[in-house]
Nanobody, 127 residues
Framework: QVQLVESGGGLVQPGGSLRLSCVVTGATVDYHAIGWFRQAPGKEREAVACRAGDGTTHYANYMKGRFTMSTDNAKNTVYLQMDNLKPEDPAVYYC?????????????????????WGEGALVTVSS
């Protein structure tokens, strides 16, 4: 059974940083597509970043270099380093992966294509 558990969310001031972690069990993080997604109140879930099975990482255009996704294969964990957080960034951030997809092309446009999801980590940006 594939399980994903996010941690690291919290309250941060505008311009601050947070690092989210996602521990994966039941699957390996370096073979299939795995990514970070977010959903703000009243908005649709959107892609933040996705690491494909070939090791390439894709970012949503609105990130503009502020977020960085990384992977620790030994710990079967993926991270999302978020810097220069802005008032438009608050959301529940989810980690997700799939048993079949190795490319991020579909999931960056359609997050629902991912099969396995964590419970999410709440990120709040406020002064």
């Amino acid at each position: 059974q594939v399980q994903l558990v996010e941690s690291g969310g919290g309250l941060v001031q505008p311009g601050g940083s947070l690092r989210l972690s996602c521990v994966v069990t039941g699957a390996t993080v370096d073979y299939h597509a795995i990514g970070w997604f977010r959903q703000a109140p009243g908005k649709e879930r959107e892609a933040v970043a996705c690491r494909a099975g070939d090791g390439t990482t894709h970012y949503a255009n609105y990130m503009k270099g502020r977020f960085t996704m990384s992977t620790d294969n030994a710990k079967n964990t993926v991270y999302l380093q978020m810097d220069n957080l802005k008032p438009e960034d608050p959301a529940v951030y989810y980690c997700a992966t799939d048993a079949i997809l190795s490319s991020c092309r579909v999931t960056m446009a359609s997050p629902g294509a991912m099969e396995y999801w964590g419970e999410g980590a709440l990120v709040t940006v406020s002064s």
